[in-house]
């Protein structure tokens, strides 16, 4: 379902004579400039911002025709962020444009939807060598005669998959850790040996010496490389990059597959690409924040927590919850739901999260989740019957069992969960089992 927001563009972004004039669809004040000054890479900031554009238009899992969406930019403090997703929301794109990558001022802090237009992706595909590149977030004034005159008014379909997806992967990559850094050259000479476009097989990369093996099996310290083709993106940005770092959770033999982040680091920015498990999987549907959302108190958690958040370009969990007073697996479960209003990404460089506001209403996290409200549900016409540690559950006309397992996860008999085997996150009557005891701890 798509949850269309309308953005309201001064005139469209352009490549002009005194630089990159992105246009943007507002913030804090209407059509602010959070921004305003030259990229010192110009030509690899052009590539990744192309690559990012490039993603937003793409599906990768049975492909149609380009979709038209603009990525999102976020300003705060020393940083820029712009993000997005592909059409099927197995790839999140975002390119991180560090302190040493402008050479400027952010001067406001927000986050906004960017027009990339044709003409102004031809324009960035022409940007070469040394020729400065000026980057002004917004346009150089604004009143409203002129805004109302001039006003280019576009409707952006703002998918729910992608206010989902934005919650699932900073749950899932805030449990990645780093697992092979390649230096460039390897990294091209990786990225050529991968299979085409049209591949859908799961394959691991393992680290060797310099460089990445392939194998077909997953193997400690391996990381999992679904749909190699999705990498396309990053080819743009190798001839500037320095290093290639990989990043995913941990991996034992006979492990499912799992999503991974494959980042390029030029020195003034950065380049990821996070893929789904598998080429057909969406990010929307992984199920990662259904727990931390489960919880009674997590919404009221959520606006504390919301409260205290500044535009640091990352957020110290630990400082964090001793200013709200609240444990950190509280301030994290939060910080999840903070994220299905878009409000907190997760970067696995800095292992950190970060802050970011889109338009979006946060009570659409509870109507976005079928599950989650099926379980409240379940819960409200007093369905668990609990046993110790397994608990009974009534669906329609079936009895479901439950178990809650050491590691605190569950299984469950319905066939969610044979399906899936909790790849995807709990069933309803898992989620209701945790809600019905966390009232009774």
Not at 369 to 387: H, I, M, S, Y
Request: aromatic share 6%.
């Amino acid at each position: 379902m798509n949850a269309v927001q309308t953005y309201r563009y001064l005139q469209p972004s352009a490549l002009r004579t005194a630089g990159l004039d992105l246009q943007t669809s507002g913030g804090p004040a209407a059509n602010p400039r959070f921004f305003s000054g030259f990229l010192t890479t110009p030509a690899a900031a052009a590539a990744g911002l192309l690559a990012v554009a490039e993603v937003a238009r793409t599906r990768y899992h049975q492909p149609v025709s380009p979709a038209s969406l603009d990525p999102v930019v976020t300003g705060s403090r020393n940083r820029l962020r712009f993000e997005s997703f592909s059409g099927c929301c197995g790839v999140h794109a975002r390119m991180d444009v560090v302190p040493a990558g402008f050479d400027g001022e952010v001067v406001g802090h927000g986050t906004t939807n960017v027009d990339v237009n044709p003409p102004l992706r031809e324009a960035l595909a022409r940007v070469g060598g040394i020729e400065p590149l000026h980057l002004a977030v917004g346009p150089d004034d604004l009143t409203v005669s002129t805004m109302e005159a001039a006003v280019v008014e576009r409707k952006v379909p703002l998918p729910g998959r992608w206010m989902r997806g934005f919650a699932e992967v900073h749950v899932l990559t805030a449990g990645f850790e780093p697992r092979a850094e390649v230096p460039a050259a390897e990294a091209a000479a990786f990225l050529r040996r991968l299979p085409g476009g049209s591949d859908r097989s799961v394959l691991w990369a393992v680290p060797a010496g310099r460089t990445l093996r392939l194998t077909s099996r997953p193997a400690p310290g391996a990381v999992c490389l679904a749909g190699a083709g999705r990498l396309a993106a990053l080819r743009g940005l190798l001839r500037h990059a320095r290093t290639l770092r990989v990043y995913g959770p941990t991996v034992r033999t006979g492990s499912p597959a799992v999503p991974s982040t494959w980042e390029l680091d030029t020195g003034s920015l950065r380049l990821s690409l996070t893929l789904s498990p598998e080429p057909y999987r969406g990010f929307s549907g992984e199920g990662a924040a259904l727990l931390a959302l489960a919880g009674d108190e997590v919404i009221d958690d959520a606006e504390l927590v919301g409260a205290l958040l500044s535009w640091d370009p990352t957020i110290d969990v630990v400082a964090l919850a001793e200013a709200a007073g609240l444990p950190d697996d509280r301030v994290r479960a939060a910080l999840a739901q903070l994220g299905t209003a878009g409000r907190v990404g997760y970067d696995v460089a800095d292992a950190g999260y970060f802050h970011r506001v889109m338009p979006h209403d946060a009570g659409r996290a509870e109507r976005d989740n079928p599950r989650l409200v099926g379980a409240r549900t379940l819960v409200e016409q007093g369905a668990v019957r609990r046993d110790g540690d397994h608990a009974t559950v009534r669906s329609g006309d079936e009895d479901y069992r439950v178990r809650r397992l050491p590691d605190g996860g569950f299984t469950c008999t319905c066939r969610w969960w044979a399906k899936h085997q909790g790849q995807r996150g709990p069933c309803k009557h898992a989620l209701a089992v945790s809600m019905v005891a966390e009232v009774t701890a």
